[in-house]
């Protein structure tokens, strides 16, 4: 049971849009109706998980495009639940009270859990009813994925022949840079003082003092708030000078001062990564895995596109 998707989706029926709000409706799935308030609260869900601000949206006409495909979702899972009903697939009371169940952990108390749902203008009873349809909803679409997952070992093979990258990472190099930086324009005097700057840090970090500290206190490079670590690059990734230098060290090894347009740096190299090929043989579960994410996604959204030419569903929310 996918339950941090449960989360998030029983979480989107509880807004602090108010209770008056309830009662607006957004649209009709074959006459069963979906609130204003489960399109907001499940917008303000949406906008949390990808770390966004309502105020970070200056634009009205996204903010608009986002909610009504926020609706468009609260629809499909609609026409998934009453889907589940018709075949048997509907959720059991227990499957439901544990779903509750965990849903109410996230409150203070039972008492904290009943008034959230008065103000957002539901009874109990029609909040696990909801919940029971979402809860169906996922096991149908669940039923749906898992008839197309399955997966031949021809497939398998053509996705591994056909996607070789994905199975092979050349060697790699993982360093940590210091930058000084010296400014476009500068003057003699300028560039002379910050290369002694310079070579005082890389004197410091010859000496045995700690290079992550160094960079953290005292780089101008933007690494500076990881401790001057770089993403690990292999050969023809990077800027030549500094993919040389960094591939001629052994793991410890700091360089000399280089000079780059920035300003001046020091590299210490952190590891060799030695190449690393991928069979078939152990690539295969993976492969399997994926493509059978693959085929069960495209199988329910064909579910949902049949399901929703057989049903009767009112847009009410305003263009």
Do not use: C
């Amino acid at each position: 049971m996918p339950w941090r998707l449960l989360w998030i989706m029983l979480a989107g029926l509880l807004s602090p849009a108010g209770a008056a709000q309830a009662q607006v409706l957004a649209a009709r799935v074959n006459g069963q109706p979906i609130t204003l308030q489960q399109v907001e609260g499940s917008f303000n869900e949406m906008l949390t998980e990808r770390g966004l601000h309502l105020l970070q949206i200056r634009n009205p006409d996204r903010v608009k495009a986002m909610k009504h495909s926020v609706l468009d979702e609260l629809v499909n899972q609609e026409l998934l639940g009453q889907a589940a009903k018709k075949t048997k697939l509907a959720a059991s009371d227990e499957e439901v009270d544990e779903a509750l169940e965990r849903f109410r952990a996230g409150f203070r108390d039972q008492q904290h859990y009943r008034l959230a749902l008065e103000k957002e203008g539901y009874t109990e009873q029609d909040y696990r009813e909801l919940v029971r349809r979402r809860l169906s909803g996922m096991k149908y679409a669940n039923s749906v994925a898992a008839k197309a997952s399955e997966v031949s070992a021809e497939e398998i093979h053509k996705f591994y022949d056909e996607n070789p990258g994905k199975f092979y990472r050349p060697e790699q190099v993982r360093v940590r840079v210091i930058l000084v930086a010296v400014p476009a324009g500068a003057t003699p005097e300028q560039r002379a003082e910050a290369r002694a700057r310079m070579d005082g840090i890389a004197a410091a970090a010859r000496s045995g003092e700690d290079f992550a500290v160094l960079a953290r206190t005292h780089s101008d490079h933007p690494t500076k708030q990881w401790d001057g670590e770089l993403d690990p690059f292999a050969r023809g990734e990077t800027d030549k000078a500094l993919e040389e230098t960094a591939f001629a060290l052994k793991p410890g090894e700091i360089s000399g001062v280089m000079e780059v347009p920035a300003g001046y740096q020091i590299v210490k190299l952190e590891a060799h990564l030695p190449e690393v090929r991928v069979s078939e043989d152990q690539a295969r579960d993976k492969i399997r895995e994926f493509l059978q994410a693959q085929k069960g996604k495209e199988a329910v959204d064909r579910e949902v596109e049949r399901l929703r030419k057989q049903a009767t569903v009112e847009i009410l929310l305003p263009q």
